[in-house]
């Protein structure tokens, strides 16, 4: 079955660390997202790329890095640089930059 | 990035009521693309609606796209408890800064 495949589903770190947030996707899209999404809050845009080797910032990409080395992987990176990191992460991916998302299960980090 | 306004935030129902959600532009869409998002879960496309005046409708599920391709509507024919959760608009801007509805939640009494 073609999915995308987040991991881990919950995650917890100190303050002060960085951590990587893991998100691959065998459906052959060019196009991948981050949204963060804070409780009662709609999706906010962290970064996105439309072809390897290249990635744009979102609305909120302060504190965030990304990298696209392959087609099938877009691993986020939250870094101590990010002032209030807990939250439910989001990566989605779309054949072109119109067409429907299609999301994996999310990650929860909690930050203390 | 710039927000679609989507109306109400939160809408409680009796099972068997119906329910509708309404999402607006200031500016004209390109498109408009319907999630659902059920409790603790990840958003699901359920459609995409990209002509004006269009109509589409999948089992109780009613959608439009105004005629001027500023608002959409989602229509729920009587609501199961199935139907719970969040229901999102989204319009996939060209210039990548996608926008999102703020989401409308709904609950089902059985």
């Known amino acids: 079955d073609g999915g995308i495949t987040q991991s881990p589903k919950y995650l917890f770190r100190k303050e002060g660390q960085n951590v990587t947030l893991s998100c691959e996707q065998n459906l052959n899209h060019d196009a991948m997202y981050w949204y963060r999404q804070d409780p009662g809050q709609g999706l906010r845009l962290i970064y996105y790329?439309?072809?390897?080797?290249?990635?744009q910032k979102g609305d909120i990409a302060e504190g965030y890095s990304v990298s696209r080395e392959k087609k099938e992987s877009f691993p986020l990176t939250v870094t101590s640089a990010q002032k209030n990191p807990t939250a439910f992460y989001l990566c989605a991916s779309s054949m072109t930059g119109n067409s429907p998302l299609h999301f994996g299960n999310g990650t929860r980090l909690t930050v203390t | 990035g710039q927000q679609v306004m989507q109306i109400p935030q939160y809408q409680h129902v009796q099972e068997g009521e119906d329910f509708t959600t309404y999402c607006n532009s200031s500016t004209t869409l390109s498109n408009i693309q319907w999630y659902k998002q059920r409790p603790g879960g990840h958003p699901v496309f359920l459609i995409q609606?990209?002509?004006s005046g269009e109509v589409k409708k999948q089992k109780r599920l009613t959608f439009q796209f105004g005629e001027a391709k500023k608002n959409s509507s989602l229509h729920i024919t009587a609501t199961q408890t199935t139907d719970v959760g969040t229901y999102f608009c989204?319009?996939?801007?060209?210039?990548?800064?996608?926008?999102w509805g703020l989401g409308t939640s709904l609950a089902v009494n059985p």
């Open positions: 609606l990209v002509k």
């Open positions: 790329s439309q072809i390897v080797n290249d990635f």
């Open positions: 989204y319009n996939a801007g060209n210039n990548r800064k996608l926008i």
